[in-house]
């Protein structure tokens, strides 16, 4: 069977800078990030080295400012490093991602003198972040949440078990919501717990169907003591921080997911130009002719989609319907384009010789994250037909 190496994504960037950047995060990539993936993933192994070298190159801030380390980037950029970094493994382009999130709080609400003290480290000094909303007892319901946060005197003692937490053990910071008053949204607030906290510790990692090399856990918090400016935000303006960061986030998740579909199209088209089946190649068959067409077509369209709803928000303007569009259908899309190009590799595909029985149980988990493709559904019917009547 020839080695056909896929062709590269016809990106259309704003600047040469852009352009610049998607060829350096490309060659990290086909260096340092794919080669290892297959044989990390299976054993479970952080690629902790990998994220060093992404801050070193500036890759874990861009689209923040660059007085404090960031990229200056536009999100319509940003974005699509992130597909290329998922499409060389899930688990660094969700883990950038992830910390994109983590760093959001402090980044959009967070005081001159903490973002001066705290930023630069967080974007181009090594660290890595963790986001810590869900908890055991509250998922999709995130503001029933119980971990609190009770004042004593000029610090905050924190107490509580946040679940589901990728880099949830490794992380070097969290970005925490816990409650501080009444019960609902109203009483939540947002806190920045550095990772070596005393009383901080985690549970050991989640045995998970797919991306076995991020660790997802349980973090828990037991009397963590925090000064006051270690608070993000106002005082009960947790949840609309958090729910503006995940309104950001979720795009992160459907360009990670159209980098999965991407990887997975690359390597059925690889598969079927090469494996002869009745004295031809099996892409001269109609029906897998057709498989291939409509998969291109899938994420060519939530490619579009999710750029669509990154340049309204690099404009300024609303974006939260068009981020849940672009996470549910980028995520669904990437569930459906793993999933045919198991099919079209056959028996080879449900082995773990070829990638693509790897990234079908990869995607699954991307319909699931930063809320799941019900709630998706649910934001954009509110944005279209209002509030639910009660």
């Known amino acids: 069977m020839p080695d056909r190496a896929p062709q590269p994504v016809d990106r259309q960037l704003p600047t040469d800078e852009a352009r610049d950047l998607i060829s350096l995060v490309r060659d990290i990539a086909q260096r340092e990030i794919g080669p290892k993936a297959a044989e990390e993933e299976e054993a479970g192994r952080f690629p902790r080295e990998v994220f060093t070298l992404l801050s070193r190159s500036g890759l874990l801030g861009l689209p923040y400012d660059s007085e404090y380390g960031g990229g200056d980037q536009p999100y319509e950029v940003y974005l699509q490093v992130l597909e290329e970094l998922a499409a060389a493994r899930l688990t660094v382009g969700l883990g950038v991602s992830v910390h994109t999130l983590a760093t959001y709080a402090l980044a959009t609400y967070g005081t001159k003198q903490q973002q001066v003290e705290h930023l630069p480290e967080m974007l181009g000094g090594g660290l890595l972040g963790a986001y810590c909303l869900s908890e055991p007892s509250s998922g999709s319901d995130a503001a029933s949440l119980r971990t609190k946060a009770v004042r004593d005197g000029e610090e905050w003692v924190l107490t509580g078990t946040k679940a589901w937490i990728t880099h949830g053990g490794v992380a070097d910071f969290y970005t925490v919501m816990a409650r501080t008053g009444e019960d609902g949204p109203r009483g939540i607030s947002a806190f920045l717990v550095r990772g070596d906290a005393e009383g901080l510790s985690s549970a050991a990692p989640e045995k998970k169907m797919g991306m076995k090399g991020s660790p997802t856990a349980q973090v828990h ?20 921080i958090a729910l503006s960061a995940l309104d950001s986030g979720r795009l992160g998740i459907a360009a990670c997911a159209i980098g999965l579909a991407q990887a997975a199209l690359d390597e059925a088209v690889d598969y079927a130009t090469g494996r002869r ?71 080879y595909g449900y082995t773990a010789d070829f990638p693509v029985e790897r990234y079908m149980r990869e995607a699954k988990v991307l319909q699931i994250v930063e809320g799941t493709n019900q709630i998706q559904r649910m934001v954009i019917a509110r944005h279209l037909a209002g509030p639910e009547t009660r």
Do not use: N, S
Request: aromatic residues 8%; positive net charge; charged residues 25%.
């Open 221 to 240: 918090f037991d009397g963590v003591r925090l000064p006051d400016e270690r608070r993000v935000g106002e005082e009960g303006q947790g949840f609309a």
């Open 277 to 347: 089946q009745f004295g031809r190649p099996i892409a001269d068959f109609q029906g897998l002719r057709f498989m291939l067409a409509d998969m291109a077509t899938q994420v060519e369209a939530g490619r579009a989609l999710y750029l669509a709803a990154a340049r309204l928000r690099d404009a300024g303007r609303p974006f939260a319907k068009q981020a849940a569009m672009a996470k549910l259908h980028c995520t669904d899309t990437a569930m459906k384009v793993t999933t045919d190009a198991v099919q079209i590799l056959g028996g």
